[in-house]
C-alpha cells in the first residue's frame, strides 16, 4: 500500500467525525485530529473502531493514546500490519 | 409577587400524528396510532400491539446531523429532541449550533428509561468480551439524562438542564417543576417535556405484569379502551411531547404567540399508604393532589370544563373518575367534560403526561373536544357517577376556558395542572 493510498483510507475513516471542512480539504500526515479537524476528542475512539474494521488490525490503547494526527495514524497502521 | 406563566411553543411525536399540524388532525378526527407489532407477536408477547410513532430517515436527517446519528439507537431521545426542537421553534426561536448560550432559558426533559435498545446491544458486546468496542455513545445514549443533554446542546440552553423521572407521570411533572421556575424568578422560559422509548425490551415488563391488553392483537385500534366495560389493560405507546413555558411579562415583551396560561398545578405522593401500593393509587392522595392544584391556580372546581385524565384503560379508570368526583364535588350531569388521549395513542408511558399535556393545550386553543374511542360501551360504574354526555365519542366544538390534565404513575405518585385559555 503506498503512502497515499494510506492517507486517502484513512480520510475516508475519519471524514464523518470532522467538523472543519476547511482543514479536512487540505488534510497532511501533519494534520491533528483534535486542534485542525475540531473532531470532538470523545469520537477518537470511534475512529479507533473505524480503523481496527477497515484494516483488520487491533489498536491497543498505548496506540490510541499515541494516534492524534494523521502521521501517527499511519506509523501505527503499517506497523500493525507487519506484524 | 410571583410570575404569571404562559405556553408559547408546542412540540408533539405521538403514534398518531409526528407534528403539531398532523397530531391536531389526528385529534379532531379520532384517528388511532395502534398497529399490531410483529416483533412482539415473534417474541411470544401477549399484547402484540402497540403506539409507535412514524419517523422516516428523512425527518431525522432534518433534526440530527450524520454524526450524532451514527450508532444511535435510542428512540426515546429521538422523539424528544424532535418534540423539543419543534416546540423551540414553534415558540420562535432558532436552531443553530452556532447560537448565543442562552442562560434565562432552562430545561427539564423526563423520560422513564433511556436507550434500551442500546444499552442490550452493549451488554452482547460486553458479555462477549468486547467492552473496548462500545463505542462513545453508550453513556449519552442510555443515561437518564441523555434526551436533556442531546437537547441543550442542540438549543444552547444555560439555566437548569436535568431529566426528572416519576413514572406516568413524568411529563406532566417536569411541566410542573418547570412552571414552578419561572414562577419563582429563576428562569424566563423553560422547555419541558418528556418521552419514551418504544420495544419489547421497554413494554415486556409490562408484558409480563398481565396489564396489558392481550384481546386485541387483531383489531389494534380497537385495543385501547379508556372507561369501557370491555377494557381489558392498556396497550403501550411511545413518543414525546414538548412544551415552552415562558413568563407572561418574557413572551408579551417579544410578542410571542399563547397559546395558554398555565394556572398552576400540584405534585404529591400517596407513599404507598392508605390503599396505595407500588402500583395501585393512594385514593385519598390523588384527591388532594387535584384540591391542591385547584386551590394553587386560584379557581373553584365549578369553573374546569375540561378533564383531561390519566384514564389508561385498567380497571383503575373507574376509581379515577371516583377521585375526580370527589375532589371537584361534582357528578352526574354537572361533572365537566372528560377525555383520554390514551384511547388514540396508546398508554406512551413516561412521555404519557407530556403528549396528553400538548394534547389538552391543542384543544383549549382550538376549543374543540377530541373523542373517546372505544367507549360506546361505557363501564356501568363511571356512568354511575357521572352523566354519560361528559365523555364525548365524537369531536365537538364548544367553550373551553379551563382544562385539569392529571397523571398518575407508578410508586403512587400524582401530579395535576390546570391550563386557562389566554385572552390578551
Known amino acids: 500500500m503506498t503512502k497515499d493510498d494510506l492517507i486517502s483510507r484513512l480520510k475516508t475513516i475519519v471524514a464523518p467525525y470532522v467538523q472543519d471542512e476547511e482543514a479536512f480539504k487540505s488534510l497532511t500526515e501533519d494534520t491533528d485530529f483534535v486542534k485542525d479537524l475540531k473532531i470532538n476528542s470523545a469520537n477518537l475512539v470511534d475512529i479507533i473502531l473505524d480503523i481496527e474494521d477497515e484494516f483488520d488490525i487491533r489498536l491497543e490503547n498505548e496506540d490510541m493514546e499515541q494516534m492524534l494526527d494523521v502521521k501517527s495514524a499511519m506509523t501505527i497502521v503499517t506497523a500493525k500490519l507487519k506484524e | 409577587m410571583k410570575k404569571r406563566v404562559v405556553i408559547t411553543g408546542l412540540g408533539v411525536v405521538a403514534p398518531n400524528g409526528v407534528g403539531l399540524s398532523a397530531f391536531t388532525k389526528a385529534l379532531k378526527e379520532g384517528t388511532s396510532g395502534i398497529t399490531f407489532h410483529k416483533a412482539l407477536k415473534d417474541l411470544n408477547f401477549s399484547c402484540q400491539i402497540g403506539g409507535v410513532p412514524k419517523i422516516s430517515e428523512v425527518l431525522k436527517a432534518q433534526y ?236 373553584e372546581p365549578k369553573e374546569i370544563d375540561v378533564i383531561n385524565g390519566h384514564l389508561t384503560a385498567t380497571s383503575k379508570d373507574v376509581l379515577e373518575i371516583e377521585n375526580w368526583t370527589k375532589a371537584l364535588d361534582r357528578k352526574g350531569e354537572a361533572f365537566p367534560y372528560i377525555n383520554s388521549t390514551k384511547s388514540l395513542i396508546g398508554h406512551c408511558l413516561a412521555a404519557a403526561g407530556a403528549i396528553e399535556c400538548v394534547a389538552s393545550i391543542i384543544q383549549l386553543k382550538s376549543q374543540f373536544l377530541a373523542p373517546n374511542i372505544n367507549c360506546e360501551d361505557l363501564h356501568p360504574e363511571i356512568i354511575n357517577l357521572i352523566h354519560a354526555e361528559c365523555i364525548p365519542t365524537r369531536s365537538q366544538e364548544i367553550n373551553i376556558d379551563i382544562v385539569a390534565k392529571a397523571s398518575f404513575g407508578f410508586g403512587d405518585v400524582n401530579a395535576c395542572v390546570l391550563f386557562k385559555r389566554f385572552k390578551a
Open chain 2, 64 to 299: 440530527f446531523t450524520e454524526l450524532q446519528l451514527r450508532g444511535f439507537n435510542s428512540s426515546g431521545i429521538l422523539y424528544g429532541c424532535i418534540a423539543g426542537i419543534d416546540a423551540w421553534e414553534d415558540a420562535g426561536f432558532q436552531t443553530d449550533s452556532d447560537s448565543p448560550l442562552d442562560y434565562d432559558t432552562g430545561l427539564i426533559f423526563g423520560t422513564g428509561t433511556s436507550g434500551v435498545e442500546k444499552f442490550r446491544e452493549a451488554i452482547y458486546k460486553l458479555d462477549d468480551g468486547q467492552v473496548r468496542r462500545l463505542g462513545s455513545t453508550v453513556v449519552l445514549q442510555t443515561m437518564a439524562s441523555g434526551v436533556s443533554a442531546y437537547l441543550s446542546g442542540m438549543l444552547g440552553i444555560g439555566n437548569q438542564v436535568t431529566t426528572n423521572s416519576s413514572a406516568c407521570t413524568t411529563g406532566t411533572e417536569a411541566l410542573i417543576m418547570g412552571f414552578d421556575r419561572i414562577q419563582n424568578g429563576k428562569s424566563k422560559r423553560m422547555l419541558v417535556g418528556s418521552c419514551s422509548d418504544h420495544g419489547p425490551y421497554l413494554w415486556g415488563g409490562f408484558d409480563a405484569m398481565r396489564v396489558m391488553t392481550y384481546k386485541h392483537n387483531d383489531s389494534p385500534e380497537a385495543g385501547s379502551r379508556p372507561m369501557s366495560a370491555t377494557a381489558s389493560g392498556f396497550v403501550p405507546g411511545s413518543g414525546a411531547g414538548a412544551l415552552v413555558l415562558e413568563s407572561l411579562e418574557s413572551a408579551l415583551e417579544r410578542g410571542a404567540k399563547i397559546y395558554a396560561e398555565v394556572l398552576g398545578g400540584e405534585i404529591n405522593s400517596g407513599g404507598q399508604r392508605h390503599g396505595g401500593t407500588l402500583t395501585a393509587p393512594n385514593a385519598e392522595a390523588v384527591q388532594r393532589c387535584i384540591k391542591k392544584a385547584i386551590d394553587n391556580s386560584g379557581i
